[in-house]
DNA sequence: ATAATCATTGAAAGCGCTCCCCTTTGCGCG
DNA sequence: CGCGCAAAGGGGAGCGCTTTCAATGATTAT
């Protein structure tokens, strides 16, 4: 059977109490006592369960991080962050993958809750947004991670999607593009309403207006479908800004069953630049989100939060940064016709 | 503050024997009292802190997963298995990123093992495996995923490596490539090791040697060199096996920045099949690994562990198969010479 | 030398829950 | 009418650890 401090204790022949003052580093215990009780828990291989001291009113030290899909380079990628800085900090964390349906956000966050994390860290969508109530109400601590819910205060990083979108717009813009189109993640996703105002609006402010038969929503599933939709049309854009890279993804194998080429035939641009995006035909073209600095900041909000309960929470805003690859090029003015 | 069994005690005026009881649907309780105690614990809001039931003596429902890097789009999938299948029989899980380094799958184990998890998935590499050790002496039921440690008798889930690496060995010979080469992954990693050697095997029966020079190891972030450095040789292998996507990847750019051509200038075999290979420009044949399944079978495995810690454990072999995509093309028998 | 002061350490009360085992109550039966 | 028994539910002892509070002996001031 496993150690407990009682049998430090008794091999150490003092009280229970004094092995636990040691092992915190509390109290007042002699140098060589001291010295002697570590001697022993190591000898011994003592190990002080973290369930026994999570149950004296304690912090389990565990975070929970709710996602849509940790096979999601972009949120396998926000994962590794989190758990980089959870670690620095302590803390270990357990993978939710959500699939962005409320019932499993539910599911977890009643989990979670049970088991007794110190906070959660959601970067999921949710259609409802009473599935939080539990949680506020439970005083669970709360970060939202690239993701926001204006009704609900409570720590958040976020990139500036809106500015996004529009560096994506500028960047078509300038290279001649103005027959626009948009793949659009379900509009449930604040970040990628916002992706696609930035995107709109800096169009329109160029002059352009975006027919909203060229802006289309869709799942990942569905991406390359909706793609097609849009590149077999008689008027088929000149450029294609997805809201992630896996719908980008997603038109450039539409592009290439429908035998267009890319970026000669239509420009694609992505947003996310995981590792996806540096190894696809072309390569993307993308709006870069600085992953690794989400996740560590959301994790120091959350401990912050932890730590401080009451404290007001704090709104962080990162940049998104424009990441050019080979997927977009100029709109060539003169359209030659095809050599085939 | 949060209810606890004793407030829904109080509130039904039963103890809390009763209560808890009804919570885990066992004991003699009468239907009526039981429904009005289910009532009261909904109206209530209460959710048993599993961190006490833990305590109990009980399971932590909680299960550790090792991987050497979850930002990894391989491990990333496996996780997601892993995840699923777990939650699917009520376990959580704590994802460690490893790095492949021993100390910090010692550092991981010896938490999971604080935390009470109720078992542990191993699926990172360990140059030492005594760090295996206090786990097994603690008694943590443990499975291995995709690694082995043949001196340990612990339940493992493996894919066929050897039969993988001869596949690509007969794939790339009967496109009529002799000029191989291989790209491995550090030697202490044994699926590495094994789809090495089927490989060799493989090319050594139809008459091919593999000249040592032909077979580098190396980590992901040096891929690409190591790629260079065949790549650049005067006597270029036609041919490169990659141990891993990531791998092959690196030898992608690496043939990308040279301006050779893939597969025109030199075949590709990569090994693993996660979205990756799908999306690389041109995209990868592969070896894909049932990734899925692994998972799942691990998680059964180790739940069926968990279940009788005496019973033998099992070892599944899962087999890999050929995915041909663009990276690989029959070798020309008269090549002509480069046009530019 | 004696009281007062400190540094050390131990005893014990929980934390929220499970589970063994005992008590109570209600019945059927001789 | 008394007995045994089954059913229903309560009591209470932990699980391993933290923490408060008091007790102990040592130390120092008077």
Do not use: W
């Given at each position: ?31 060589e006592?001291?010295?002697?009780i ?16 999570a149950?004296?009113g ?5 975070l ?6 940790i ?7 926000i ?52 599935v ?19 009704s ?15 560096a ?11 027959h626009?189109?948009?793949l659009?993640?379900q ?23 975006l ?10 599933k ?43 035939d239509?420009s ?18 993308t ?16 401990i ?29 003015r003169y ?6």
């Amino acid at each position: 059977m496993k150690a407990t401090i009682y049998d430090v204790a008794k091999e150490a022949g003092v009280s229970i109490a004094t092995v636990s003052l040691v092992i915190n580093g509390k109290g007042k215990i002699s140098e060589e006592r001291r010295e002697e009780i570590r001697q022993i828990i190591m000898r011994m291989g003592y190990k002080p369960s973290m369930i026994a001291s999570a149950l004296t009113g304690k912090k389990t030290y565990a975070l929970g991080l709710l996602v849509p899909d940790i096979s999601n380079p972009f949120f396998a990628e926000i994962a590794r962050a989190v758990e980089d800085e959870g670690q620095r900090h302590g803390y270990s964390v357990f993978i939710c993958s959500t699939d962005n349906k409320d019932e499993k956000v539910e599911h977890y966050a009643a989990l979670l809750q049970q088991k007794n994390v110190d906070g959660i860290i959601i970067g999921t969508g949710l259609k409802e947004l009473s599935v939080l109530k539990p949680l506020l109400q439970g005083g669970v601590p709360v970060a939202l991670l690239a993701r926001e819910f204006p009704s609900v205060v409570v720590p958040s990083v976020v990139v500036d999607d809106y500015a996004g979108g529009a560096a994506a717009a500028e960047h078509l813009i300038s290279l001649g593009h103005r027959h626009l189109a948009v793949l659009a993640e379900q509009d449930s996703i604040s970040s990628s309403r916002e992706r696609v105002r930035g995107f709109k609006h800096t169009a329109e402010a160029a002059g352009i207006t975006l027919d909203p038969a060229f802006v289309l929503s869709s799942g990942i599933k569905e991406g390359k479908n909706k793609a097609q939709e849009l590149l077999q049309r008689d008027d088929r854009p000149t450029a294609i800004f997805c809201c992630n890279d896996m719908l980008a993804i997603g038109a450039l194998r539409a592009a290439k069953e429908l035998g267009l080429r890319i970026p000669q035939d239509c420009s694609i641009v992505g947003f996310d630049d995981t590792v996806l995006a540096s190894v696809t035909d072309p390569p993307l073209t993308t709006i870069a989100q600085p992953i690794e600095q989400m996740g560590q900041t959301a994790v120091q909000l959350l401990i912050r939060q932890i730590g401080q309960p009451g404290e007001q929470p704090e709104r962080i805003v990162l940049t998104p940064s424009l990441s050019i690859r080979q997927s977009s090029m100029a709109l060539r003015r003169y359209p030659e016709q095809s050599i085939s």
